[in-house]
């Protein structure tokens, strides 16, 4: 997986806690990536990094930040986590603003 | 109209022929096109990756381009069951500070033996 590991790989939590998820990387790339994949919309991008503490947001934002404090670490907090949010989370690298290599996921349920 | 488009499927071809996946995207500056594979439980594997008209081999796949028709393929020769995943297709807009790709909804393929 491109020396990329995501924690935690499952999580089940309750409605209105925080969650945060990690995403570290092995491989100093630049570019990282947060993404979600549901049943009928397919992966959409949360939020991605293009340095340290440079962030921005994608097309599902609503309801997740971001930081990234150093190149390896890029992390995804839900401050109240919602039931629409249960979904497989994935990270993505890249070292230039092509192709981007996918972190193994993690599974979120929220109750 | 949405903006990169495939067949669901399931496309079912059996073993030892050439599976064809399509894909479709709506923004005519698109650049860069990739073609991911993901298995069931799994993250999606890049595969294929292809930036200029024409066909892109590598060993049994073949990507193939044409930005005039906006449409981008992926065939897959010699089909083994260790080929069935959904296959997704991914479009980049152009270069400077547009980083993100997007996604179609995949199609999946199931090789019989």
């Known amino acids: 997986d491109a020396g990329i590991t995501q924690s935690p790989r499952h999580k089940v939590t309750e409605t209105g806690t925080p969650v945060t998820l990690r995403c570290h990387q092995t491989?100093?790339?630049?570019?990282m990536y947060w993404y979600r994949q549901d049943p009928g919309h397919g992966l959409r991008l949360i939020h991605y990094?293009?340095?340290?503490?440079?962030?921005d947001k994608g097309e599902v934002s609503d309801g997740y930040s971001v930081s990234r404090s150093k190149t390896e670490d890029f992390l995804l907090t839900l401050e109240s986590a919602t039931s629409s949010q249960t979904s497989v989370y994935f990270c993505?690298?890249?070292?230039?603003?092509?192709?981007?290599?996918f972190g193994p996921g993690t599974r979120l349920t929220v109750t | 109209q949405k903006e990169v488009e495939q067949n669901s499927g399931p496309l079912s071809v059996p073993e030892g022929a050439i599976a064809s996946l399509n894909c479709t995207y709506s923004?005519?500056?698109?650049?860069?096109f990739f073609w991911y594979r993901q298995y069931s439980g799994k993250s999606p594997e890049l595969i294929m990756s292809?930036?200029?008209?024409g066909d892109k081999e590598d060993g049994r796949f073949t990507a193939q381009l044409n930005k005039a028709s906006q449409y981008v393929s992926l065939l897959i020769r010699d089909s083994q069951p260790s080929d069935s995943a959904t296959y997704l297709c991914?479009?980049?807009?152009?270069?400077?500070?547009?980083?993100?790709?997007?996604f179609g909804k995949g199609t999946l393929l199931t090789v019989n033996p």
């Open positions: 993505a690298i890249s070292e230039f603003d092509y192709e981007q290599y």
């Open positions: 491989e100093n790339h630049r570019y």
């Open positions: 990094s293009y340095g340290v503490k440079d962030t």
């Open positions: 923004d005519r500056v698109s650049q860069s």
């Open positions: 292809i930036y200029s008209n």
């Open positions: 991914a479009v980049k807009r152009g270069g400077g500070s547009n980083y993100k790709l997007t």
